[in-house]
C-alpha cells in the first residue's frame, strides 16, 4: 500500500483546529492541487475564494450553523460552482452562453467540477499533515453567505472547507462494507441492501457505544432516515433559479 493510499485510507473529519495560519506556500500548493483535478470538458466551471478576514470568517462560522471552527482554523475554502466567468467569455467571443449556462446539466457540471477541485484539495492537505472539515452548513443560509463573498449570478457556493493543523484527531468512522456499495455488472435486488445494512448497523452501534461510553448506539439507519424525514433547506431550488441555475 502507497503512501497516497493510505493518507486516504486514515481521513476523518477535524473539528479543533490550532491558530496557526496556513503560510502563502502552503495555499498556493493547495490551490494547485485542486486545479490539477479532473474537470468536464476543460471547462472549469468552479472558483475557491479563501477568507482570511477574522470578522468575516465569524460572520460565515454564524450563517453556516454558529460552528466554530468555520473561524478558527488554519485557512477557510469555499468551493463554488462557477460559471460567471463563461458569461465573460462568451462576452469577449460575441456568443451567447446563456441556454448553457440555465441548463441543469451544466449545473451538475459546475457541482461535479467543484467537488472534483475540492477532493484534491483535501487530499493534499492530509498529505502534508493537515486536517480538513468540509461545511455543507453554508447553504444554511446561501444567499446571505453569497452576500458575504459578493458572489454574482451564475455563482454558487457549494460548501466550505477548513483547513489546518489539528488540535486534536477525531475517531475514524466505520464506512458501509464494500459489499453495500460495490456491484458488479448491474445493481443488486433490496434483499442484499438489507443484508448489508443489518451488518454495517450493528457496526456502526458498537462505534458509538464505545466512543460515548455507552451513552449513544444509535444505528446508521436510524440516524439516516431520521435525516431524511423532512425536508431541509426548501430555498435550495428559488435560490438556484434566481441565480442564474437550472431554469431549462
Not at 24 to 29: D, L, P, S
Not at 131 to 153: F, K, T
Not at 187 to 194: I, K, T
Request: with cysteine; aromatic share 8%; hydrophobic share 35%.
Amino acid at each position: 500500500m502507497n503512501e497516497t493510499i493510505k493518507t486516504m485510507l486514515e481521513h476523518r473529519s477535524i473539528r479543533s483546529f490550532s491558530s496557526e495560519p496556513l503560510n502563502e506556500e502552503t495555499i498556493t500548493t493547495l490551490v494547485e492541487a485542486a486545479q490539477a483535478a479532473s474537470t468536464s470538458s476543460y471547462v472549469q466551471a468552479y472558483s475557491i475564494i479563501g477568507v482570511t478576514d477574522d470578522a468575516m470568517k465569524q460572520e460565515l462560522a454564524a450563517l453556516a450553523g454558529n460552528q466554530p471552527y468555520v473561524a478558527e482554523n488554519g485557512h477557510f475554502f469555499v468551493f463554488c460552482a462557477d460559471f460567471h466567468r463563461h458569461k465573460i467569455a462568451g462576452e469577449i467571443e460575441d456568443v451567447s452562453v446563456d441556454d448553457a449556462v440555465r441548463s441543469t446539466e451544466k449545473f451538475i457540471v459546475g457541482l461535479t467540477d467543484a467537488t472534483l477541485a475540492a477532493q484534491n484539495c483535501a487530499l493534499a492537505a492530509e498529505s502534508m499533515g493537515l486536517g480538513i472539515c468540509y461545511i455543507g452548513g453554508i447553504r444554511n443560509n446561501i444567499q446571505a453567505v453569497s452576500d458575504v463573498l459578493g458572489l454574482p449570478d451564475h455563482v454558487m457556493p457549494v460548501f466550505g472547507l477548513c483547513v489546518g493543523y489539528p488540535e486534536n484527531h477525531s475517531d475514524k468512522k466505520p464506512r458501509l462494507p464494500k459489499g453495500g456499495i460495490y456491484f458488479e455488472n448491474g445493481y443488486p435486488e433490496d434483499d442484499a441492501h438489507r443484508a448489508s445494512l443489518k451488518e454495517y448497523n450493528a457496526v456502526v452501534s458498537a462505534y458509538y457505544e464505545q466512543r460515548t461510553g455507552g451513552s449513544r448506539a444509535d444505528t446508521w439507519t436510524s440516524q439516516i432516515t431520521g435525516m431524511l424525514s423532512s425536508v431541509k433547506r426548501e430555498h435550495m431550488k428559488s435560490y438556484l433559479e434566481e441565480r442564474g441555475f437550472i431554469n431549462l
